[in-house]
């Protein structure tokens, strides 16, 4: 079982960016990619970003120009830069570990509040 504890969150004016970070600690085996999820009060969870061991990424098309993920494999931390933020990208910000492919959600993590007011 894998743990994810997310942090960062917190309250910007518009335009702001926040850096949002995902430790994992447990058992990795099995594991080939963390992503970054927001849901939005009344949406659906939603992708923002991912990267795997290897550090390939992906974006969802929405953040491709406002956001950047890394991470650093000796912490087994990830890392999500958001840039440029809108009061509509208030919303959970959730880590997750994926398996096989990226509908394969092994853990998730409780989630980090991000309000960006106007």
């Known amino acids: 079982q894998v743990q994810l504890v997310e942090s960062g969150g917190g309250l910007v004016q518009a335009g702001g960016s926040l850096r949002l970070s995902c430790a994992a600690s447990?058992?990795?085996?099995?594991?080939?990619?963390l992503g970054w999820y927001r849901q939005a009060p009344g949406k659906q969870r939603e992708l923002v970003a991912a990267?795997?061991?290897?550090?390939?990424?992906t974006y969802a098309d929405s953040w491709k120009d406002r956001s950047h993920i890394s991470r650093d494999n000796a912490k087994n931390t990830v890392y999500l830069q958001l840039n440029s933020l809108k009061p509509e990208d208030t919303a959970v910000y959730y880590c997750?570990?994926?398996?096989?492919?990226?509908?394969?959600?092994?853990?998730w993590g409780q989630g980090t509040q991000v309000t960006v007011s106007s």
């Open positions: 447990g058992n990795m085996l099995g594991i080939s990619a």
């Open positions: 990267i795997t061991g290897g550090s390939s990424t």
């Open positions: 997750a570990a994926l398996g096989r492919h990226m509908e394969d959600f092994r853990s």
